[in-house]
Nanobody, 129 residues
Framework: QVQLVESGGGFVQAGGPLRLSCAAF????????MGWFRQAPGKDREFVAAISGSGVYTYYVYYADSVKGRFTISRDNAKNTVYLQMNSLKPEDTAVYYC???????????????????WGQGTQVTVSS
C-alpha cells in the first residue's frame, strides 16, 4: 500500500507561484505513474497533470488544457516525491489539490481518475484576485 502526503498549498495572489509536493511513504513510486487532480467547492474532481512511471529513456507528461504552459509536473525518484510547480496562478485555480498513484494494471488515459488507486489527503490552494 502507498501512503501519499501532499504539502505546499496555501494562499497566494493572482499571478504568483506555488509548488506542491507529494511524498510517498511505505512503498516506492518510482515505477508508478502519478497524477495531480483538483476539486473546487461544488465541482467535480478534475485532472490537472500527470507523469508516467520510470521509463527507459524519458518520462511522459500530460496536462489539462487549463493549466498547460503554467504548471509543470516533475518527479524525484530518489526522494520518492512528485512536484507540481504552479506559475501565473489564477483565481479559478483555487481548489483542493490531490496527488494520486496510477493503478499498475491500468493502461488508459492519465486524466481518468478511476485509473488511480491511492490518493493523498489533499492540500488547499487559494488564489486571490
Amino acid at each position: 500500500q502507498v501512503q501519499l502526503v501532499e504539502s505546499g498549498g496555501g494562499f497566494v495572489q493572482a499571478g504568483g507561484p506555488l509548488r506542491l509536493s507529494c511524498a510517498a511513504f511505505v512503498c516506492t513510486i518510482s515505477s508508478s505513474g502519478m497524477g495531480w487532480f483538483r476539486q473546487a467547492p461544488g465541482k467535480d474532481r478534475e485532472f490537472v497533470a500527470a507523469i508516467s512511471g520510470s521509463g527507459v529513456y524519458t518520462y511522459y507528461v500530460y496536462y489539462a488544457d487549463s493549466v498547460k504552459g503554467r504548471f509543470t509536473i516533475s518527479r524525484d525518484n530518489a526522494k520518492n516525491t512528485v512536484y507540481l510547480q504552479m506559475n501565473s496562478l489564477k483565481p479559478e485555480d483555487t481548489a483542493v489539490y490531490y496527488c494520486a498513484s496510477r493503478r499498475p494494471t491500468y493502461s488508459g488515459s492519465y486524466s481518468y481518475h478511476p485509473g488511480y488507486d491511492y490518493w493523498g489527503q489533499g492540500t488547499q490552494v487559494t488564489v486571490s484576485s
